[in-house]
């Protein structure tokens, strides 16, 4: 049989069939996916072939491979730096729920992710959310960033789950799609599915709270069919992104504005930080290049992982 995994709690898989119907799986033996080192090797979206057994009363499924993954969103485990954990596969597109408080969403966090989307062909649009709870001055900060990387060529969308505001606008992008929902712990995750499908949230809070408990370096998804012919993950709260297997060559290519300008270089292999005749460098003087987007390449560039929840901006405040 095939069928699509909704739901993985790391030894069970709930798995939905073409036809409508879903199983309990595990898996056959040791499951080792090729070039992909992963806490787990089967995640939400996997499009998986499984065999039906009868135990007992019950009818549980094996699952015995899985078909080629469109693309998948990777991260490093927070407190297992070397093993990487597959947060879900074969998306359409991710949205990135950002706070400016409440939690407080950095810069540092935002650009790991959007270059862990770009890296993996995935489109990523950012919500700003929690918008009808901000003063003027700080919805001015919410404009300047939504400005920087509209500039850079991504999609920002000022929204509140609570009042449902710009909420129509991002159910629109859904339509006919499997997106995912990532972002901090509190950033209104659960009450934005409840605002696009209301009677969902019950249990995605649920869910959530089941999940999180004591799952520290694993992060558990499920996905949701929606009323609108769409399908939705939702994913508990990230706290940190770590990039994974780029060579620090290429990360500059997943920086739209530096990709865009890195041919004027003077070297071919400019990594634009100590070069001489460097066009990103040129460009961060005429304000061309955001200084938050070069300080967080430079972070990945020189590996320093331990940094990915430094606030760029705390020396200013």
Same mark, same amino acid.
């Given at each position: 049989m095939?069928?699509?995994v ?9 798995? =939905? !069939?073409e036809?409508g119907?879903?199983y ?5 033996g ?12 089967v ?14 009363d ?22 297992l730096? =070397? ?7 074969n998306? #359409?597109?991710v949205f990135l729920?950002v !706070? ?9 966090f @935002? #650009?790991r992710?959007?270059? !862990?989307?770009?890296?993996?062909h ?8 929690k918008i009808?709870?901000?003063?003027e001055?700080?919805?001015l900060e ?6 920087l ?9 000022? @929204?509140?789950?609570?009042?449902? =505001? ?5 159910k ?11 972002g901090h712990?509190?950033?209104g ?13 019950? =249990?995605?809070?649920e ?8 799952q520290?370096?694993? !992060? ?9 012919n769409?399908?939705?993950i ?10 994974v297997?780029m060579?620090k ?8 504005? @530096?990709?865009a ?12 930080? #100590?070069?001489?005749?460097?066009? @990103?460098?040129?460009a ?7 200084w938050?987007?070069y300080k ?8 320093e992982?331990?940094n990915y929840r430094v606030?760029?901006?705390s020396?200013k405040?």
């Open positions: 095939i069928g699509t909704y739901k993985s709690t790391g030894s069970w898989y709930t798995v =939905k !069939t036809e119907s879903f309990n799986c595990r898996i056959k040791k499951f080792r996916i090729k070039g992909i080192k992963s806490t787990n090797p995640a939400v979206g996997d499009i998986v072939h499984f065999d039906v057994e009868k135990i007992g019950e009818t549980l499924g094996v699952i015995s491979s899985i078909e080629e993954r469109k693309n998948y969103i990777i991260r490093k485990s927070v407190n730096s =070397k093993q990487t954990h597959i947060i879900a596969t998306l #359409d597109q729920m !706070t400016l408080n409440n939690p407080p969403t950095h810069t540092a @935002i #650009d992710f959007l270059v !862990t989307a770009d890296a993996y995935i489109p990523a649009i950012i919500l700003f959310n009808d709870t901000y003063t001055e700080e919805l919410v404009k300047y960033l939504a400005a990387y509209r500039k850079v060529g991504y999609t920002c969308i000022g @929204i509140s789950a609570k009042t449902s =505001k710009n909420v129509e606008q991002v629109t992008l859904m339509e006919g799609k499997t997106s995912m929902f990532s712990s509190g950033v995750k659960s009450t934005l599915v409840n605002s696009i499908e209301p009677g969902l949230s019950i =249990k995605t809070k869910i959530s709270k089941q999940h999180l408990q004591g520290h370096t694993t !992060t558990f998804a499920e996905m949701f069919d929606l009323s609108f769409s399908r939705i939702d994913t508990p709260g990230i706290k940190g992104f770590g990039i297997d060579e060559e290429e990360i500059g290519s997943y920086f739209p504005e @530096i990709f300008l890195k041919g004027e270089c003077k070297f071919n292999n400019c990594l634009h930080i #100590d070069e001489p005749h460097c066009a @990103i460098k040129k961060l003087e005429t304000d061309d290049i955001a938050s987007r967080s390449y430079v972070q990945m560039v020189s590996g992982d331990e606030d760029i901006h020396e405040k």
